[in-house]
Structure formats: C-alpha cells, structure tokens
T-cell receptor
Framework: DAKTTQPNSMESNEEEPVHLPCNHSTISGTDYIHWYRQLPSQGPEYVIHGLTSNVNNRMASLAIAEDRKSSTLILHRATLRDAAVYYC?????????????FGTGTRLKVLA | SQTIHQWPATLVQPVGSPLSLECTVEGTSNPNLYWYRQAAGRGLQLLFYSVGIGQISSEVPQNLSASRPQDRQFILSSKKLLLSDSGFYLCAGTGGTGELFFGEGSRLTVL
C-alpha cells in the first residue's frame, strides 16, 4: 500500500505561516493527495485535498509539485488551535473504492 | 452534511470477552465505510472497508471481523478479545466529494 513520508514533528510560532511537507514518491496518475489533522482523543478532521493543481480553502492551501511526488500543506497564520497531528495520505482507487492509508503524520506544535 | 455516530465511546473488557462496536451514518446514502484502529501514540491502521451491504474487505488478518447489515450501519466485532486489541477505534465514511468523515471514536481497553 502506498505510504507517504512526513517529518515526525515541527514547531511554529503563533501567527506565522507553517509549511508542512509530504513525500509521496509512489503516487500514480489517479491517486489523490489528502490532508487530515487530529486533535488528542478525537477522530481526524479533513483539511484539504488535490490531484494536480494547487488548492485553497478556508483552512489551508495545498501546493502540489509538478511531478506530484511531493506536496506541502500551508497554514497561512498558525494559531494555538492548529496544534495537532497532520496526516498526508495518498488516496488510491482499488476494489471499487478509494483506500485511505494513513502514515504516522507530523505533530505540529504552535508556540505562543 | 454527513455525520458518523459511534458507540460505545469507551469500554473496558476482560481478555477473552466478546466485542461489538457500532457505527451509523447520517446525511448520505451508499457511503463507503471504514474501520480504523489507533494504538496509543501511533497512526491509524486500516482494518476493514465496505462498499455496500454485506461487502467487507479485510486489510489485516487478525482477531476482529466486520459486518454491514444495512446501508448506513457498520459493525466491528470480536468473539474473544486479546490484550493487543486495545486501542482507539474509528469509523469513517466518504460522501460524494471523496472527503473522509470520522466518528467520535471508541476507546477500548482490554485487561
């Protein structure tokens, strides 16, 4: 199964931008790139996803490399509430459904 | 919008006892459904997924089973729990946009 690679942890100062990197070197042409985040003792929350083009929503931006082997989640102004584990996943179509295989994620610490 | 409900929220079970975790979905029909397990301090492990009633795919051979008796109901079961079954169990489903929605989770402790 496709696995992504992310740094174990990152730190950011409050109100500064945060760039969370992800490598997905085995990605195929039809695989989507999804990002989720998880607060302690809660289920993950959807953040953003994309296929080839960069994407923006109210939570974040997603920058996808031209060769699609890496992507970066951008939080434009980190707040204390953004402290969470961020998962980048490569969503693969198989057996009539999309499979969402989570890696170990990046734990983001936001400093006041 | 899609909502996923799970119960029970927490449970403590002795080794060898049975298990049944239930998940129901609101706000969408024909969802693809997923069961994940998260051990303490670890990432999410995909256990089972289902594309429809009675259709179950297993990702990891283990002491657990899943069933989908209705379109919006997904059940995780075990006949005899092991210590290693302890963890945070999450049910998830997809709506039309491909986003994965998660329930609140069920925390299982096997003693």
């Amino acid at each position: 199964d496709a696995k992504t690679t992310q740094p174990n942890s990152m730190e950011s100062n409050e109100e500064e931008p945060v760039h969370l990197p992800c490598n997905h070197s085995t990605i195929s042409g039809t695989d989507y790139i999804h990002w989720y985040r998880q607060l302690p003792s809660q289920g993950p929350e959807y953040v953003i996803h994309g296929l080839t083009s960069n994407v923006n929503n109210r939570m974040a931006s997603l920058a996808i490399a031209e060769d699609r082997k890496s992507s970066t989640l951008i939080l434009h102004r980190a707040t204390l509430r953004d402290a969470a584990v961020y998962y980048c996943i490569q969503v693969h179509w198989t057996s009539g459904t999309y499979k969402y295989i989570f890696g170990t994620g990046t734990r983001l610490k936001v400093l006041a | 919008s899609q909502t996923i409900h799970q119960w029970p929220a927490t449970l403590v079970q002795p080794v060898g006892s049975p298990l049944s975790l239930e998940c129901t979905v609101e706000g969408t029909s024909n969802p693809n459904l997923y069961w994940y397990r998260q051990a303490a301090g670890r990432g999410l492990q995909l256990l089972f997924y289902s594309v429809g009633i009675g259709q179950i795919s297993s990702e990891v051979p283990q002491n657990l089973s899943a069933s989908r008796p209705q379109d919006r109901q997904f059940i995780l079961s075990s006949k005899k729990l092991l210590l290693s079954d302890s963890g945070f169990y999450l049910c998830a489903g997809t709506g039309g946009t491909g986003e994965l929605f998660f329930g609140e989770g069920s925390r299982l402790t096997v003693l």
